[in-house]
């Protein structure tokens, strides 16, 4: 090593390449490329399978065009519909009682006849009073005797007072005599406790109304035995009838009391809420309600099966769908991109007709399968629309 003019070493010089070394570097240039061109030649060919699957589904949804299933559908219709809650029941008497009478006995007489009205304490039927008669017998002779023997013990012990007073008599003979007094005069006591009790029962060998109503049911005849506490004729005030049912959650509180419900079918007939508990059975998840309904003119059915309305809230806007588009778990199949059939969640609930009325989820454009039964979910379809909705149907009232 050499040392130049200003003290410093010079910086030593790399030997020339030789004939090898190039050769290897252009070797090893060769292999990048051709792997750098294998791997694009590889994405390509993984390209071009591709597309040619896809044409070839393309291809073979398009020759299978022809053969999608047709399907009915519909689309929904605008309309209105005035909130309300439905009840549904039996519309029973408010005042019903099945009459019995409360001692054993034979039916002597019917005093009343099926459809009649009676007061309240007239009476409805009668029991054979054979055996009560001799029972009055009885106790009227043993209350003759009790009386006889307390008159009689009531003169002596008056005679031994005056002889006692005198000293003819012991003091003994006066106490004993009032003894056997007060014995006889408790023995008649009973004897007239008893005429009491078989008055009570020749009572209630005569059955009588509780309360004035219409008479329901009687006994086919005379003759039968009729035993105590058995319901034998049939009392019902068909004044005033009740309508006695339970209602959801959220019926309960759009519901007060005092709230007006009109019955279907009857000439506007209407009643009142009377009676609204706020609490759900654990089981149903229902509460109770009643409505009171007048009758004084007769027009309505006891007993009957019957449906009230109680609006709720104002018109309200909605589209109308026939109900044979509602699938069991509330939703709809509707026609989407390309044919296909979808899903649906909405919010719907069911008219008075019969009728689906959605609030939310759905547009007028959208179409509706007719029959969702008869369609599978994602299957392409031909839909085959037909008319609108009929909206001849009135204003509907529906239940939420």
Not at 75 to 98: C, I, K, M, S
Not at 251 to 267: I, K
Request: glycine share 8%; no cysteine.
């Amino acid at each position: 090593m050499s040392n130049d003019r200003d003290g410093h070493d010079a910086p030593a010089l790399l030997p020339p390449a030789t004939p090898l070394a190039r050769r290897l570097a252009a070797l090893t240039a060769l292999l990048v490329l051709g792997g750098l061109g294998l791997l694009l030649w590889l994405r390509l060919r993984e390209a071009s399978a591709e597309q040619a699957r896809l044409e070839a589904a393309r291809v073979e949804s398009a020759a299978h065009a022809d053969d999608a299933a047709s399907l009915e559908v519909v689309r929904p219709v605008e309309t209105t519909y005035t909130p309300t809650v439905v009840l549904q029941g039996t519309l029973e008497p408010v005042q019903a009682a099945d009459v019995g009478f409360e001692v054993p006995g034979r039916i002597a007489r019917v005093d009343v006849e099926l459809g009649q009205h009676v007061e309240t304490g007239q009476a409805l039927a009668s029991l054979d009073r054979a055996s009560v008669g001799a029972q009055t017998a009885q106790t009227d002779a043993a209350i003759a005797v009790a009386q006889a023997n307390v008159d009689m013990l009531r003169d002596r012990v008056a005679l031994l007072e005056t002889l006692t007073q005198s000293g003819a008599a012991p003091e003994r003979e006066l106490t004993m005599a009032r003894q056997q007094l007060a014995v006889a005069e408790a023995q008649l006591g009973q004897a007239r406790a008893s005429l009491r009790s078989v008055q009570t029962v020749s009572a209630d060998h005569v059955l009588r109304a509780p309360f004035a109503g219409v008479v329901t049911r009687v006994p086919h005849g005379v003759g039968a035995v009729a035993g105590p506490g058995v319901g034998l004729v049939r009392i019902e005030d068909l004044g005033s009838l009740r309508l006695r049912t339970t209602v959801s959650e959220s019926e309960l509180e759009a519901l007060a009391l005092g709230s007006t419900a009109a019955l279907d079918g009857h000439g506007g007939a209407t009643g009142t809420i009377r009676s609204l508990v706020r609490s759900l059975d654990p089981n149903t998840r229902r509460a109770p309600v009643e409505a009171l309904f007048s009758n004084a003119d007769g027009r309505l059915i006891a007993n009957a099966l019957e449906r009230a309305r109680v609006v709720v809230d104002r018109p309200r806007p909605a589209l109308r769908l026939p109900s044979t588009t509602r699938r069991p778990n509330g939703t709809l199949l509707v026609i989407g991109a390309g044919n296909r059939v979808e899903a649906r969640p909405v919010e719907a609930q069911t008219d008075l007709d019969g009728s689906w009325l959605v609030t939310a989820g759905l547009t007028l454009e959208d179409r509706v399968v007719l029959r969702p039964a008869t369609a599978r979910e994602g299957a392409v379809v031909m839909p085959l629309e037909g008319a609108r909705t009929d909206t001849s149907v009135p204003q509907a009232v529906a239940a939420p």
